[in-house]
């Protein structure tokens, strides 16, 4: 089955900086990757997904790029701000006939120092 | 915007006694899920519901689960003989119509926090 690593656990990152946080596949079958942001005790929300037909795909200040070959995908976040604290996690679809099952990355607690 | 909603936002149960959690997921969507997630750790699936019927269910999401789908609306998720590792947040998700090469984007609900004494 499907197996999702993400790096790094923990990232802090001075305010305005960029952050980087990386994420491995290991069925190449899989072909959806949402990133989801999860503030404390709240539901995790969908901020950007890539289909696997894609290699990039930016909303403002977040991009996601997609690298099929070497099964890994990256978020980045340009000119961080407080809000941006938060655990973010990476998922892949391991589709199985006509529905799919998310399987999440350990995510990543992004803290924004000002 | 339509919302997954949950119910009850934090149940407390006793060790052995059986808990429904409630959802209602978005109107229009057709795929309905369950996760959990255990404090601190990653999401984990535990089982998604399309036609009436299981989809796929993870090793997690054994005899003593169920779902089930009583009315039009609403989405339950049963756990039976609760044991104290069941403790964790439950997260109901839905999304719209899917193919094999389309997935749409899940819509989580607030989530259910299940203690276990």
């Known amino acids: 089955g499907e197996n999702v690593e993400q790096h790094p656990s923990t990232l802090s990152v001075q305010e305005g900086d960029s952050a980087v946080i990386k994420c491995t596949y290991s069925d190449s079958a899989s072909n959806y990757f949402p990133w989801y942001k999860q503030e404390l005790g709240k539901r995790p929300q969908l901020i950007i997904d890539?289909?696997?037909n894609v290699g990039e795909k930016k909303d403002q200040r977040i991009a996601v790029t997609l690298n099929k070959t070497a099964k890994h995908f990256s978020l980045h976040i340009t000119e961080t701000q407080p809000e941006d604290s938060a655990v973010y996690f990476c998922a892949a679809s391991y589709t199985m006939d006509s529905n799919y099952q998310l399987i999440w990355g350990a995510g990543t607690k992004l803290i924004i120092k000002p | 915007e339509p919302e997954v909603t949950q119910t009850p936002s934090h149940q407390v149960t006793q060790m052995g006694q059986e808990v429904i959690l409630r959802c209602v997921p978005i109107s229009n969507h057709l795929y309905f899920y369950w996760y959990r997630q255990i404090l601190g750790q990653k999401v984990e699936f535990l089982v998604s519901?399309?036609?009436?019927?299981?989809?796929?269910k993870s090793e997690i999401f054994d005899d003593q689960f169920s779902v089930e789908r009583p009315d039009g609306s609403n989405f339950t998720l049963k756990i039976r003989s609760t044991k104290l590792e069941d403790s964790a947040m439950y997260f109901c998700?839905?999304?719209?119509?899917?193919?094999?090469?389309?997935?749409?984007?899940?819509?989580f609900g607030d989530g259910t926090r299940l203690s276990i004494l």
């Open positions: 519901f399309y036609n009436n019927e299981i989809s796929e």
């Open positions: 890539i289909r696997s």
């Open positions: 998700a839905s999304s719209d119509m899917t193919a094999i090469y389309s997935n749409q984007p899940q819509h």
